[in-house]
């Protein structure tokens, strides 16, 4: 009974580990905005559409821009992930 315990323990404590890099590389979308692209997205920078104009754009549509269209160069600093978040 005691070695089942202890393995149940030691089970827990190995999956406790490995959540805790998937968690913290999970991209933080908010900060990156802010960080990223808010001052001209919310500073009504000439061309660049404001925040409730991008809700409206399918996510392919906004990837795209910034994967091979007018923001590669603002997104080339960003991982795929972060791109994607």
Do not use: F, K, N
């Amino acid at each position: 009974m005691r070695s089942h315990l202890i393995g149940c323990l030691a089970c827990l404590a190995l999956l406790a580990a490995l959540a805790a890099p998937a968690s913290a590389q999970t991209p933080d979308g908010a900060a990156l905005y802010q960080q990223s692209c808010a001052s001209c997205h919310d500073g009504g920078a000439d061309r660049a559409p404001d925040r409730e104009a991008l809700r409206t754009l399918p996510a392919a549509r906004v990837l795209a821009a910034m994967e091979t269209g007018p923001m590669i160069s603002m997104a080339t600093s960003r991982t795929a992930p972060e791109r994607r978040w």
